[in-house]
């Protein structure tokens, strides 16, 4: 009697629950609906956006030494090179699944940022294209000023370029090593919950090869070749468990890939730093002189510079160096930088 009672009990409680679930469905899928309507409101919008980060300042660890070297520049150095930025192409034909390049094609323009935060003169060769039909339009006396002229086109009124810098990103390679461990336990008791835990990692890296050339001469003065590993994380945990007759099963993870482009900015950023020091002929010791100097509105005045000399003799040595300008691990950059240039 007392089984069939319980028989009855669960059949009548099978209906409850599955009008539950479907409350339960029908609430979620209306508030999921309240967030996205098929009627644009007053402001001209289907929904609003989500997420209120800030705009920031696209940092590495080389931008404060980037932003020391060109206060060092503009304090001390009466005559500063002018550079021009040519193509910086990507050169490693890596494409995502989905269509489109695996690589940034802005590696020329983050040269161009770089280089301005070390103090050098940019010159414009990359894009003349607006600059060209301005003169076209003003050769044509097509162009007025305000004074009812039209534009003179004066020779020589262009500076040339004491540099220009070339190169491109020449290696993306895929998980160069990888490891992980999953693993999982619990009582032999298939009533008992069972947990489990996973963790992944992966190396995958970059490369550029950038060389400085005499726009003049084409002599090509400086060449350099850098690489930067870039790492992944996948990590996740969960339990499995029957309790009081229901099931319950809850997993949790993280999964991350350290951005691919931020890579390639740092290491332009620090083939930048290398080429640009060894053209001030000065080292990341500049930095302890840069803060010295400050209170001085004019600073040193070390007069024209003779670009290209080094003075410190084992210069393939120290760009070898990872530790070498960077800001949390070159012990001059973190002494001087210290509250001043971030």
């Known amino acids: ?20 679930a479907l409350a339960a469905v029908v609430v979620s899928a209306a508030g999921l609906s309240a967030c996205v309507s098929p009627i644009a409101g007053n402001d001209g919008r289907y929904t609003t956006h989500i997420g209120n980060a800030p705009v920031v300042s696209n940092e590495t660890p080389y931008s404060n030494s980037l932003r020391c070297l060109g206060a060092y520049a503009r304090q001390s150095l009466s005559v500063r090179p002018r550079i021009a930025v040519g193509n910086i192409a990507d050169y490693t034909g890596k494409e995502e699944f989905e269509g489109g390049r695996r690589v940034t094609q802005g590696a020329a323009l983050m040269a161009m940022s770089a280089l301005d935060a070390a103090g050098v003169r940019l010159l414009e060769r990359f894009d003349t294209s607006v600059s060209e039909l301005e003169l076209r339009y003003a050769n044509n006396r097509l162009i007025g000023e305000n004074t009812g002229d039209w534009r003179r086109v004066t020779a020589g009124s262009i500076p040339g370029s004491d540099y220009y810098l070339v190169g491109g990103i020449t290696e993306l390679n895929y998980n160069i090593r ?89 290491v332009v950023e620090r083939a930048t730093l290398e080429m640009v020091s060894h ?64």
């Open 1 to 20: 009697m007392s089984s069939m009672a319980t028989s009855v009990l669960t059949k009548r409680k099978s209906p409850l629950r599955a009008v539950a």
């Open 178 to 266: 990888s490891n992980g461990l999953d693993a999982s336990g619990g009582d032999p008791d298939p009533m008992d919950p069972i947990g489990r835990f996973g963790i992944r990692m992966y190396v995958m890296d970059v490369g550029l090869d950038l060389r400085l050339v005499d726009t003049q001469t084409l002599e090509v003065v400086d060449v350099i070749s850098y690489q930067k590993q870039i790492i992944g994380r996948e990590i996740s945990a969960g339990v499995f468990d029957f309790f009081n007759g229901n099931i319950v099963d809850i997993s949790v993870g993280e999964r991350a890939l350290e951005p691919i482009q931020l890579a390639v900015r740092a």
């Open 279 to 342: 053209l001030y002929s000065v080292g990341p010791e500049v930095c302890a002189s840069v803060i010295a100097e400050s209170g001085d509105p004019i600073g040193a005045a070390h007069g024209d510079v003779q670009w290209g000399t080094d003075s410190q003799g084992d210069e393939e040595h120290e760009r070898r160096d990872p530790d070498r300008w960077h800001d949390s691990r070159d012990g001059q950059i973190r002494t001087a930088l210290r509250g001043r240039f971030n």
